[in-house]
């Protein structure tokens, strides 16, 4: 597997308390900035999709 590229929001500016994704071919990862060589969670890009569209819709006021 080629060496990963992490990216965080560029929201979080110098804060160490991100999440962080890197994109392969067919998966998606995630890390907390604060513990990298941690567990991480892989998932689909289908999967991904689905959670940054929930996380991004405006909530009911």
Known sequence: MPELIWQK?????DASNCV????????????DSKHTAGP???????????FV???ARPRPQ
């Open 40 to 50: 991480r969670l892989t998932v689909t890009p289908s999967a991904w999709r689905h």
């Open 20 to 31: 962080e994704i890197a994109t392969a071919s067919s998966t998606i990862h995630i890390r």
């Open 9 to 13: 929001s560029t929201h979080s500016g």
């Open 53 to 55: 569209s929930r996380v």
